[in-house]
């Protein structure tokens, strides 16, 4: 009997951000099983992702323009023929605080962390995605961007502000065959949500447990989000663009 045709995996090269831990790691790794190149961008580096063949570790202040484009150019030996897919994940989440007491530093400081590290990416990498001939951005997005939570409008406002971003590449970055798309995955079990060392492992049979506890599918793992976000990455360039994909439970 023959054997079925196996379907050809991807190669090429991509770019993700915020890959020290969490869900940027495990995008990095699904990334390398697809047969990818990873160019991962941090602040801390990931020795373990480090050790495999298929990616370079780059050290970068991703709100530091020039920063993110001296790490990117770093990694010429792999983006010279372009890159294909990037993943726009880092960014940081100030706690909540109530509406009349939050100074402008803090959705000040929201801004910096989400949506100015996703511009400083989009412009380092855009000559990349050209050279290709295609690509994709993925932006990872969140929820609150909706502004149903006052104590978390900060946050939310910077997020909202990242969408904006994404849907105007999806329309100026059109005519090069650039998608550009978000990913909302809700509450995700990451070791920043669950209050452990940046390189705990989140098991699955926990979360299990959490879920069925409080009779939720809320709570994700980071490795089931990073196929969500790599399984968007690979839209073909006539694919959909400027869309919002939502996996919470909270209306768009």
């Given at each position: ?13 991509a ?11 495990a ?85 910096e ?5 996703a ?59 650039i ?35 409080y ?11 990073a ?13 959909p ?12």
């Amino acid at each position: 009997m023959p054997e079925p045709e196996q379907t050809p995996r991807p190669t090429g090269t991509a770019v993700v951000s915020g890959t020290s831990s969490g869900i940027g790691a495990a995008v990095a790794a699904r990334l390398l099983e697809r047969g990818y190149q990873v160019v991962g961008l941090s602040r801390r580096g990931n020795p373990r992702l480090a050790a495999h063949p298929g990616y370079l570790d780059r050290k970068a202040d991703l709100t530091d323009e020039e920063s993110v484009r001296d790490a990117v150019a770093s990694a010429a030996e792999v983006t010279a023929d372009g890159v294909s897919a990037v993943v726009l994940n880092a960014g940081a989440s100030p706690g909540p605080r109530q509406l009349a007491d939050v100074p402008w530093s803090v959705p000040a400081g929201a801004y910096e962390s989400n949506v100015r590290t996703a511009l400083n990416l989009v412009q380092a990498t855009l000559p990349m995605l050209r050279a290709n001939g295609s690509g994709s951005l993925t932006f990872v997005g969140a929820s609150l961007a909706n502004g149903y939570t006052p104590e978390r409008w900060a946050y939310a406002a910077s997020k909202a502000a990242m969408t904006t971003l994404m849907r105007a590449c999806s329309v100026d970055l059109a005519e090069h065959r650039i998608v550009a798309n978000e990913v909302r995955p809700g509450p995700v079990a990451t070791p920043m949500t669950m209050g452990g060392p940046p390189d705990a492992e989140i098991r699955e049979e926990i979360l299990d447990a959490i879920n069925e506890g409080y009779r939720t599918d809320w709570l994700k793992s980071a490795r089931r989000v990073a196929e969500w976000i790599v399984s968007i990455a690979e839209f073909p360039p006539n694919g959909p663009t400027g869309q919002i994909f939502n996996y919470s439970r909270k209306p768009l």
